[in-house]
């Protein structure tokens, strides 16, 4: 690479559009820490640069610096779904920093900047871009889980995240390390050339930094036994930070791991499948038991988030491009049911972040209760709900790769999920209620809501509404 062209700038409008929001909100701090400005900046960056990123063809294969980041339609998927998702978390946001003094300024920058981690973690083709991609979500997300410096519960949340995140980071670069020690190269498409000329004989070594590579990436996910640091993070965390580690984080996670998969690990294909369908069958199994004995309720999202990772790392075990898309799918569908269901969590204030205080909610706050029952159902997967299209895609595609005894405990697994989100609904339309009524839904939060819920409905009534942009890397 001789120097950055105007071209390879070009690929990057979006992540653009966001680093200069970013930086208008940090330059007018001191004019705007006390008012509704931060939240009107990042909505009309999101909106922007999701126009800026839906304007790639899903066809397309440009690629920039070097050839170090990709402009494809899978990049082009997943930078749509960070910016509609950042937009949703800024709108659930605006009531809840407003209440607690969170500065606001900095809090709406801290989200530009990891959404511009998220974009380029998507659209990196080399293992160093990727790294600082995933570097650049989780520095913002421990400031983000620790911005309420007067409650003990963040800090230490913070600090466990930020240890936990350190211990992943440096398992990641060692395998990055390895791997361009016994390849000579970070390029995905080098990796692969190197494994495909050792066939079936590959390194020990490299396999051994290639899975290393893999543990940093599924703790980006959650996915077990890398996730141990998910609940404490979630709890401790205000809701709607919560809600953005919860979906724009997680599914940063997934479109790394499957591009790396893909593009980086297809040679050795069978051996990180395996791996991959070992994590998968943990994750949905631990999170499904673990989540049955929560009683509060972003303890019990996150492990439900867990439980949905071993979802999603499904397709990706399949090794196959159909695997691939259905991820791709899973991830979409995930962001918006997750993000609704802890709007939820936002909309109710204290009352809405412990298991019970949902006991009568349905006879205190019809609407809400309707909202937050579609959620759950489509958490638990059940039909004309987006969350029934997502598992049946990933589910299907384990079978078609002969994976039929995953499929299975997917399904057995759902099934105890079931029990938890029923649990929830139980309380809020067949028990009186325990509390004063809870107060109005303020008007950004109920926008986000309702766009959450459109999505979820969209995609359980229409279950190829995505088939057009699920394009695999």
Not at 62 to 76: I, K
Not at 95 to 122: D, F, K, N
Not at 327 to 350: H, K, P, S
Request: aromatic share 8%.
């Amino acid at each position: 690479m001789n120097g950055v062209t105007p071209s390879d700038l070009a690929l990057l409008l979006p992540e653009l559009i966001l680093i200069g929001a970013a930086l208008v909100l940090l330059l007018t701090a001191h004019r705007t820490r006390t008012t509704s400005v931060g939240t009107t900046v990042t909505l009309l960056a999101a909106i922007a640069a999701l126009w800026a990123a839906g304007r790639v063809s899903p066809d397309a294969s440009a690629s920039g610096f070097g050839g170090m980041l990709a402009a494809d339609g899978y990049a082009r998927y997943f930078r749509v779904l960070f910016c509609a998702g950042l937009a949703v978390v800024a709108l659930l946001s605006e009531r809840r920093i407003r209440e607690t003094g969170i500065p606001r300024p900095e809090y709406h920058t801290l989200l530009l900047l990891a959404s511009v981690g998220m974009m380029l973690a998507a659209s990196s083709a080399d293992l160093l871009p990727l790294y600082l991609a995933l570097e650049l979500i989780t520095i913002c997300a421990y400031v983000l889980v620790g911005i309420r410096v007067e409650r003990p519960l963040a800090n230490e949340a913070a600090i466990k995240y930020f240890l936990s995140g350190s211990f992943a980071s440096a398992l990641m670069l060692l395998g990055i390390s390895l791997t361009y020690g016994l390849t000579g190269t970070t390029e995905f498409a080098g990796i692969a050339s190197s494994l495909a000329a050792d066939g079936d004989g590959a390194s020990p070594l490299l396999i051994c930094g290639l899975g290393l590579i893999c543990g940093g990436l599924a703790f980006k996910v959650a996915a077990v036994p890398f996730h141990a640091w998910a609940p404490d993070t979630y709890q401790g965390a205000s809701a709607p930070v919560a809600a953005f580690l919860a979906a724009g984080s997680k599914a940063a996670g997934l479109a790394a791991l499957c591009r790396v998969v893909v593009a980086a690990f297809g040679p050795q294909a069978e051996v990180f499948s395996t791996m991959l369908a070992a994590l998968a069958a943990l994750s949905v199994v631990l999170g499904s038991l673990v989540a049955a004995a929560q009683t509060d309720m972003k303890r019990l999202l996150a492990y439900s988030s867990i439980a949905h990772a071993g979802f999603a790392l499904m397709g990706i075990a399949a090794g196959t491009a159909e695997g691939a898309a259905a991820t791709m799918t899973y991830a979409g569908f995930y962001v918006f049911m997750t993000l609704g269901a802890f709007g939820m969590v936002i909309a109710l204030g204290e009352r809405g972040e412990r298991v019970d205080g949902y006991r009568g909610l349905a006879a205190q706050r019809p609407v809400a209760a309707a909202g937050m029952l579609l959620f759950l159902l489509s958490l638990t997967g059940i039909p004309l709900t987006a969350g029934f299209t997502a598992k049946f895609s990933v589910i299907q595609s384990a079978i078609h790769a002969g994976r039929t005894e995953l499929a299975v405990l997917a399904v057995l697994s759902s099934v105890v999920a079931a029990f938890v989100y029923m649990r929830v609904a139980v309380g809020m339309y067949m028990k009186e209620p325990c509390e004063p009524e809870p107060a109005r839904i303020a008007p950004t939060v109920c926008l986000a809501l309702v766009f959450a819920a459109l999505v979820t409905l969209a995609g359980g009534l229409f279950p190829g509404i995505l088939d057009s942009w699920t394009v695999a890397p």
